[in-house]
């Protein structure tokens, strides 16, 4: 079960959850989905660049240095680069918001750092799960819109349910993580995403 497991931890790594989850956005039957492809095209880009591709970089730089481990045992290892993520999901939402759409997006960006602020903070105690996190993020996210545009995406919401069970049991058989930890992860992104983009 581990090889399995760790293709599924590295297809819904943190990372790429963002991604991922405005590809869903933009695909679903919400209004985004009418958007003209340049919109969406760099929209993607700029996520895709800001919460992916600019935290692996910094990851691989820091990985040079000896002392820094990749495998982020204890749950200090991961301070630094959350901090680095914090900074670059700012910049995504400085990004978006020089272009003139749905603000969705900016908040769903700016929703995602008070997020990762909240890891970064409990990561001083607690090694909860990022992967859930950002799952649930993405689940809190697709049920607020839900709620404020009366869509009922029944299969979107049923398949990140499913999602989030599969990484997690995906996690728990690397040994990276226990059920408190998973569900203090997913816990974190879903309330802080739901009531960010329902309120606001």
Do not use: C
């Amino acid at each position: 079960m581990k090889p399995v497991a760790k293709v599924i931890s590295f297809i819904f790594h943190p990372v790429l959850i963002p991604t991922l989850g405005f590809i869903l956005l933009f695909n679903s039957s919400f209004f985004f989905s009418i958007l003209p492809w340049e919109v969406k095209k760099f929209v993607l880009i700029v996520v895709f660049v800001t919460t992916g591709l600019l935290p692996v970089f910094t990851m691989a730089v820091m990985a040079l240095n000896p002392r820094f481990s990749l495998s982020f045992e204890k749950s200090t290892d991961r301070v630094l680069p959350l901090v680095f993520s914090a900074i670059y999901y700012s910049l995504g939402y400085y990004l978006l918001d020089k272009l003139p759409a749905y603000s969705i997006f900016k908040i769903f960006l700016l929703a995602t750092t008070l997020v990762i602020i909240l890891l970064l903070l409990t990561s001083y105690k607690w090694k909860v799960s990022n992967h859930l996190a950002g799952l649930g993020g993405l689940l809190g996210t697709i049920l607020a819109l839900s709620f404020r545009m009366g869509v009922n995406p029944v299969f979107i919401i049923s398949g990140l349910i499913l999602l989030s069970g599969v990484v997690g049991s995906s996690r728990m058989i690397l040994g990276k993580h226990n059920l408190p930890q998973i569900l203090g992860g997913f816990a974190i992104g879903f309330s802080v995403l739901y009531l960010v983009v329902y309120f606001i």
